[in-house]
């Protein structure tokens, strides 16, 4: 089974409206941790947001939100307000146990490929 | 945020050769570095965790004799592809873990083997 799991291998969406990135895990470690990144045309991963596991509430980072659904092991993405430059791959990651406990290691979702139109 | 560096950027090389990527984090000191392939349009996948002073960790169907990874000192972590062929073809990427959760990535190597 799938650890991570993003359903919209593309989407495309119109400039200035927000965008729900797609994002499910499988776990049964009880601490872990879920990780956004962007992955422009250049390559580079570039980290958007991080929301733990024992996290009370869901993060927030500029323009970038996870709701965060524990029950339904679910860790969408939410880009209020879209831009051009936001057009890129977005993958959901996943560290499963303590961080530092030596198995830190991230395992992708498949990605999503946002285009945002003009 | 925390930079991380990978040289070099591209590398053609042919089909034999051994080829050294180098990752380092420039403004922190990181224990903890990873090696993530990424073939074309699919997602990346987690090679090996690299820890200073000691030996690296391979995932499952990594040959860690064809893939060696060297993290000689807190800043600076190697990949040497030994004998690489052309399915060795991919994107590299490491990343650095600082004392906190969130691992930065490098700009990533990408390798073509002839």
């Known amino acids: 089974a799938q650890k991570i799991t993003q359903t919209q291998p593309g989407m495309f969406v119109q400039e200035k409206e927000a965008v729900t990135l797609d994002c499910t895990y499988d776990?049964?470690?009880?601490?872990?941790?879920l990780f956004w990144y962007k992955q422009p045309s250049s390559g580079e991963m570039i980290f958007l947001i991080y929301?733990?596991?024992?996290?009370?509430q869901n993060a927030t980072e500029g323009r970038y939100s996870l709701n965060f659904q524990k029950a339904r092991k679910s860790a969408n993405l939410v880009i209020s307000a879209s831009q051009l430059g936001d057009s890129a791959m977005y993958f959901c990651a996943m560290r499963e146990g303590w961080s530092g406990g030596g198995a830190d290691g991230l395992t992708f979702g498949k990605g999503t490929h946002l285009i945002i139109q003009p | 945020g925390a930079v991380v560096s990978q040289h070099p950027s591209r590398v053609i090389c042919k089909s034999g050769t051994s080829v050294k990527i180098e990752c380092r984090s420039l403004?922190?000191?990181?224990?903890?570095m990873f090696w993530y392939r990424q073939f074309p349009k699919q997602s990346l996948m987690l090679m090996a965790t690299?820890?200073?002073?000691?030996?690296?960790?391979?995932e499952q169907g990594v040959e860690k004799d064809k893939f060696l990874i060297n993290h000689a000192s807190l800043t600076l972590s190697t990949l040497t592809v030994t004998s690489a062929h052309p399915e060795d073809s991919s994107f590299y990427i490491c990343?650095?873990?600082?004392?906190?959760?969130?691992?930065?990535f490098g700009p990533g190597t990408r390798l073509l083997v002839l």
């Open positions: 690299s820890n200073e002073g000691s030996k690296a960790t391979y």
């Open positions: 403004d922190f000191q990181a224990t903890t």
């Open positions: 776990t049964s470690d009880p601490s872990y941790g």
């Open positions: 990343s650095a873990k600082t004392g906190a959760e969130t691992q930065y």
């Open positions: 929301q733990g596991s024992y996290d009370q």
